[in-house]
T-cell receptor, first 114, second 113 residues
Framework: AQSVTQLGSHVSVSEGALVLLRCNYSSSVPPYLFWYVQYPNQGLQLLLKYTSAATLVKGINGFEAEFKKSETSFHLTKPSAHMSDAAEYFCAVSEYTGGFKTIFGAGTRLFVKA | SQTIHQWPATLVQPVGSPLSLECTVEGTSNPNLYWYRQAAGRGLQLLFYSVGIGQISSEVPQNLSASRPQDRQFILSSKKLLLSDSGFYLC????????????FGSGTQLSVL
Protein backbone atom coordinates (compact mmCIF):
# COMPACT_ATOMS: atom_id res chain seq x y z
CA ALA A 1 0.00 0.00 0.00
CA GLN A 2 1.13 3.50 -0.70
CA SER A 3 1.63 6.05 2.04
CA VAL A 4 2.78 9.59 2.66
CA THR A 5 4.67 11.04 5.60
CA GLN A 6 4.64 14.73 6.39
CA LEU A 7 7.54 15.85 8.55
CA GLY A 8 6.47 18.38 11.15
CA SER A 9 2.90 18.76 12.35
CA HIS A 10 3.45 22.51 12.82
CA VAL A 11 5.63 24.95 10.90
CA SER A 12 5.98 28.62 11.79
CA VAL A 13 7.49 31.25 9.48
CA SER A 14 7.64 35.02 9.39
CA GLU A 15 5.73 36.94 6.74
CA GLY A 16 7.94 37.22 3.67
CA ALA A 17 10.06 34.19 4.57
CA LEU A 18 10.43 30.98 2.62
CA VAL A 19 7.82 28.31 3.23
CA LEU A 20 8.98 24.68 3.09
CA LEU A 21 6.60 21.84 3.95
CA ARG A 22 8.04 18.36 3.69
CA CYS A 23 6.42 15.26 2.27
CA ASN A 24 7.87 11.82 1.59
CA TYR A 25 6.00 9.01 -0.07
CA SER A 26 6.30 5.30 -0.43
CA SER A 27 5.04 3.67 -3.59
CA SER A 28 5.84 0.59 -5.61
CA VAL A 29 4.59 2.23 -8.80
CA PRO A 30 4.98 5.72 -10.25
CA PRO A 31 2.91 7.83 -7.89
CA TYR A 32 0.35 10.51 -8.47
CA LEU A 33 0.97 13.09 -5.76
CA PHE A 34 -1.06 16.02 -4.55
CA TRP A 35 -0.95 18.92 -2.13
CA TYR A 36 -4.21 20.19 -0.66
CA VAL A 37 -4.87 23.16 1.61
CA GLN A 38 -7.54 23.44 4.28
CA TYR A 39 -8.62 26.74 5.78
CA PRO A 40 -10.36 26.69 9.19
CA ASN A 41 -13.71 24.91 9.24
CA GLN A 42 -13.66 24.25 5.52
CA GLY A 43 -13.13 21.36 3.21
CA LEU A 44 -9.89 20.85 1.31
CA GLN A 45 -8.95 22.39 -2.00
CA LEU A 46 -6.26 21.33 -4.42
CA LEU A 47 -3.03 23.35 -4.53
CA LEU A 48 -1.19 21.31 -7.13
CA LYS A 49 -0.66 17.80 -8.43
CA TYR A 50 2.15 15.74 -9.93
CA THR A 51 1.28 13.32 -12.72
CA SER A 52 4.72 12.65 -14.25
CA ALA A 53 4.54 15.38 -16.89
CA ALA A 54 7.12 17.60 -15.14
CA THR A 55 9.07 17.23 -11.91
CA LEU A 56 8.52 20.85 -10.87
CA VAL A 57 4.85 21.57 -10.45
CA LYS A 58 3.41 25.02 -10.02
CA GLY A 59 0.15 25.50 -8.19
CA ILE A 60 -2.15 28.22 -7.02
CA ASN A 61 -1.25 31.10 -4.69
CA GLY A 62 2.45 30.99 -5.63
CA PHE A 63 3.10 27.48 -4.30
CA GLU A 64 5.18 24.89 -6.11
CA ALA A 65 6.46 21.41 -5.41
CA GLU A 66 9.31 19.35 -6.81
CA PHE A 67 9.09 15.60 -7.33
CA LYS A 68 12.38 13.88 -6.50
CA LYS A 69 12.24 10.19 -7.21
CA SER A 70 15.67 9.47 -5.72
CA GLU A 71 14.56 10.98 -2.43
CA THR A 72 10.93 9.85 -2.67
CA SER A 73 9.98 13.39 -1.79
CA PHE A 74 7.44 15.96 -2.91
CA HIS A 75 8.14 19.03 -0.78
CA LEU A 76 5.94 22.12 -1.04
CA THR A 77 7.55 25.56 -1.20
CA LYS A 78 6.66 29.20 -1.55
CA PRO A 79 9.34 31.91 -1.78
CA SER A 80 7.57 34.48 0.35
CA ALA A 81 4.92 33.69 2.95
CA HIS A 82 1.79 35.79 3.27
CA MET A 83 -0.50 35.97 6.26
CA SER A 84 -3.28 34.45 4.18
CA ASP A 85 -1.18 31.29 3.74
CA ALA A 86 -1.87 30.28 7.34
CA ALA A 87 -3.75 27.00 7.01
CA GLU A 88 -3.30 23.25 7.20
CA TYR A 89 -1.57 21.54 4.29
CA PHE A 90 -1.96 17.93 3.29
CA CYS A 91 0.21 15.83 1.04
CA ALA A 92 -1.59 12.94 -0.65
CA VAL A 93 -1.01 10.01 -2.98
CA SER A 94 -3.51 8.31 -5.24
CA GLU A 95 -3.58 4.54 -5.53
CA TYR A 96 -5.73 1.93 -7.23
CA THR A 97 -7.17 -1.01 -5.33
CA GLY A 98 -10.30 -1.89 -7.24
CA GLY A 99 -11.07 1.82 -7.42
CA PHE A 100 -8.96 4.92 -7.15
CA LYS A 101 -8.59 6.32 -3.68
CA THR A 102 -6.49 9.09 -2.21
CA ILE A 103 -4.42 8.58 0.92
CA PHE A 104 -3.52 11.67 2.92
CA GLY A 105 -0.65 12.50 5.20
CA ALA A 106 -1.27 13.69 8.74
CA GLY A 107 -1.08 17.33 7.71
CA THR A 108 1.15 20.27 8.56
CA ARG A 109 -0.29 23.40 10.09
CA LEU A 110 1.43 26.53 8.82
CA PHE A 111 1.59 29.59 11.06
CA VAL A 112 2.66 32.93 9.59
CA LYS A 113 3.94 35.60 11.96
CA ALA A 114 3.71 39.29 11.20
CA SER B 1 -20.54 23.17 -13.07
CA GLN B 2 -20.21 20.51 -10.43
CA THR B 3 -21.13 21.11 -6.82
CA ILE B 4 -21.10 18.98 -3.71
CA HIS B 5 -23.48 19.44 -0.81
CA GLN B 6 -22.92 18.03 2.63
CA TRP B 7 -25.17 18.43 5.66
CA PRO B 8 -25.58 19.20 8.44
CA ALA B 9 -22.63 21.51 9.08
CA THR B 10 -22.58 20.76 12.80
CA LEU B 11 -24.17 18.04 14.86
CA VAL B 12 -24.20 17.24 18.56
CA GLN B 13 -25.43 13.77 19.42
CA PRO B 14 -25.56 11.72 22.62
CA VAL B 15 -23.68 8.47 22.93
CA GLY B 16 -25.77 5.57 21.67
CA SER B 17 -27.89 7.64 19.29
CA PRO B 18 -28.05 6.95 15.53
CA LEU B 19 -26.32 9.00 12.86
CA SER B 20 -27.06 9.90 9.27
CA LEU B 21 -24.90 12.31 7.27
CA GLU B 22 -25.80 12.96 3.68
CA CYS B 23 -23.78 14.07 0.72
CA THR B 24 -24.99 14.81 -2.79
CA VAL B 25 -23.14 15.79 -5.94
CA GLU B 26 -24.57 17.80 -8.82
CA GLY B 27 -23.35 18.37 -12.32
CA THR B 28 -21.59 15.07 -12.93
CA SER B 29 -22.49 11.44 -13.39
CA ASN B 30 -21.00 8.23 -12.02
CA PRO B 31 -18.54 9.97 -9.69
CA ASN B 32 -16.32 8.18 -7.23
CA LEU B 33 -17.53 9.16 -3.76
CA TYR B 34 -15.59 9.21 -0.50
CA TRP B 35 -16.09 9.72 3.22
CA TYR B 36 -13.12 10.93 5.24
CA ARG B 37 -12.84 11.66 8.95
CA GLN B 38 -10.49 14.27 10.31
CA ALA B 39 -9.60 13.99 13.97
CA ALA B 40 -7.44 16.56 15.68
CA GLY B 41 -3.77 15.95 14.90
CA ARG B 42 -4.47 12.84 12.86
CA GLY B 43 -4.95 14.11 9.35
CA LEU B 44 -7.60 12.67 7.08
CA GLN B 45 -8.57 9.05 7.42
CA LEU B 46 -10.38 7.42 4.52
CA LEU B 47 -13.47 5.67 5.86
CA PHE B 48 -15.38 4.54 2.77
CA TYR B 49 -15.27 4.95 -0.97
CA SER B 50 -17.69 4.00 -3.70
CA VAL B 51 -17.19 3.56 -7.43
CA GLY B 52 -20.89 3.03 -8.19
CA ILE B 53 -24.40 2.55 -6.84
CA GLY B 54 -24.43 -0.05 -4.10
CA GLN B 55 -20.65 -0.52 -4.28
CA ILE B 56 -19.01 0.40 -1.00
CA SER B 57 -15.45 -0.28 0.10
CA SER B 58 -14.67 0.04 3.79
CA GLU B 59 -11.18 1.07 4.72
CA VAL B 60 -11.19 0.57 8.47
CA PRO B 61 -13.33 -1.57 10.76
CA GLN B 62 -15.47 0.69 12.85
CA ASN B 63 -18.84 1.68 14.15
CA LEU B 64 -19.90 3.35 10.91
CA SER B 65 -21.42 2.25 7.61
CA ALA B 66 -21.99 3.89 4.26
CA SER B 67 -24.55 3.51 1.53
CA ARG B 68 -25.00 4.81 -2.00
CA PRO B 69 -28.67 4.51 -2.88
CA GLN B 70 -28.38 6.77 -5.92
CA ASP B 71 -25.59 7.65 -8.32
CA ARG B 72 -24.84 11.00 -6.73
CA GLN B 73 -25.88 10.37 -3.13
CA PHE B 74 -23.61 9.04 -0.41
CA ILE B 75 -24.77 8.48 3.16
CA LEU B 76 -22.73 7.86 6.29
CA SER B 77 -24.58 6.12 9.12
CA SER B 78 -24.26 4.62 12.54
CA LYS B 79 -26.77 2.70 14.62
CA LYS B 80 -25.19 3.70 17.94
CA LEU B 81 -22.63 6.48 18.19
CA LEU B 82 -19.53 6.18 20.36
CA LEU B 83 -17.52 9.01 21.92
CA SER B 84 -14.69 8.09 19.57
CA ASP B 85 -16.89 8.88 16.55
CA SER B 86 -16.49 12.60 17.22
CA GLY B 87 -14.63 14.43 14.49
CA PHE B 88 -14.88 16.41 11.30
CA TYR B 89 -16.41 14.38 8.48
CA LEU B 90 -15.73 15.25 4.89
CA CYS B 91 -17.44 13.97 1.79
CA UNK B 92 -15.59 14.16 -1.52
CA UNK B 93 -15.98 13.14 -5.13
CA UNK B 94 -13.68 12.58 -8.08
CA UNK B 95 -14.02 11.65 -11.71
CA UNK B 96 -12.52 8.24 -11.05
CA UNK B 97 -9.11 8.36 -12.72
CA UNK B 98 -5.90 8.26 -10.73
CA UNK B 99 -4.73 11.77 -11.49
CA UNK B 100 -8.01 13.49 -10.92
CA UNK B 101 -8.32 15.68 -7.90
CA UNK B 102 -10.85 15.35 -5.14
CA UNK B 103 -13.58 17.91 -4.66
CA PHE B 104 -14.57 18.26 -1.04
CA GLY B 105 -17.74 19.26 0.71
CA SER B 106 -17.63 21.80 3.49
CA GLY B 107 -17.67 19.15 6.20
CA THR B 108 -19.75 18.14 9.23
CA GLN B 109 -18.43 18.73 12.73
CA LEU B 110 -19.80 15.87 14.83
CA SER B 111 -19.60 15.99 18.60
CA VAL B 112 -20.68 12.91 20.50
CA LEU B 113 -21.32 13.65 24.17
Amino acid sequence: AQSVTQLGSHVSVSEGALVLLRCNYSSSVPPYLFWYVQYPNQGLQLLLKYTSAATLVKGINGFEAEFKKSETSFHLTKPSAHMSDAAEYFCAVSEYTGGFKTIFGAGTRLFVKA
Amino acid sequence: SQTIHQWPATLVQPVGSPLSLECTVEGTSNPNLYWYRQAAGRGLQLLFYSVGIGQISSEVPQNLSASRPQDRQFILSSKKLLLSDSGFYLCAWSGGTQDEKLFFGSGTQLSVL
